[in-house]
């Protein structure tokens, strides 16, 4: 997928030439450009995969964040997602210096999560519009793509009053387009029915969500989206690495950055879901992240995971997911493992 310059030079007879069956130069666009998903009803185009900079300014400086945006936008990839409570903003500010560097703005679907940040928490009127200001100031842009709104920090007081703050962003031209964070189906449902009086929709959802990880999302949630045509993006697509298939035991377990976290997860059936990903790794010859990415994809309503990625490497594990298809038996043997 990463672009390749083709030698535009006519050798000189009696010059060497490749091999008829060397591999083809690619010229244009990289491939992952092409491939462009709506998200939901804002009909954003994004690639299938968003990247999430929740590493960025914490474990990842300037210059690790940046050839980590660099090789995700060479390949093709064009959503990036991040929060203004990472790492007190600093993803915010590695992302917007990246953009600004690159001078590429216009070709990102910029997402941004706001409400848990301790200067401007919660989703008040008030707070909102400075942690959306806030927000544009760190990104250095005047425009956020989607802005999700995360109710996780402190309880929606007031949803009408929250989605007319959300109003007046979007006519100011700050906001896009409405995203959610921590909302529950009903919450969804009456933001739903709010929009009927001109109050912007709700178009994305961002929900902890993956094999190990299904009662978040899956029920009375993942019901509202479907039939509301929201696109969810769900976080935490490997389950903090657990999905990965590196972390195989208590004590290797104990050694990683989210040891405790993952520690949890190596019980009876993770041992069985990552029997299962290693029987379909060995049979598709890819990886067990991409098998985690691909099995997100084929869930209805999900439209492109947040993926956070340590190396340019991991990225292109994650990313092939996006050419993953499972067939319906690996999805009976990953959900009867997960069950």
Known sequence: MTEVQANTTTPAIGAHQEHPSAPIPVQGPAVGSLVRVPLGESAIPVFPVMLGGSEFGWTMDQDRADALLNHFHAIGGNAVHTADSFAAGRSEHIIGRWMRARRNRDDIALAVRVGDHPDNPGLGSINLVRAVEASLTRLATDRI?????????????????????????????????????????????????????GYPRITAVDVPYNLMRRGDFEGDLRLVAVAQGIAVTPSQALEHGFLSGRHRSRQGVATSARGRLLANSLNRRGARVLKALDAISAELAVSHAAIAVAWLLAQRSVVAPIVNAHSPAQLDELVQGVGVRLTRAHLSELAKAAD
């Open 145 to 197: 793509d989607v802005l999700y709104l995360d109710a996780t920090a402190e309880p929606v007081a007031s949803l009408e009053d929250t989605l007319a703050t959300a109003e007046w962003l979007i006519e100011t031209g700050k906001v896009r387009h409405i995203g959610a964070h921590g909302l529950t189906a009903e919450q969804l449902v009456e933001a739903r029915i709010l929009s009927s009086a």
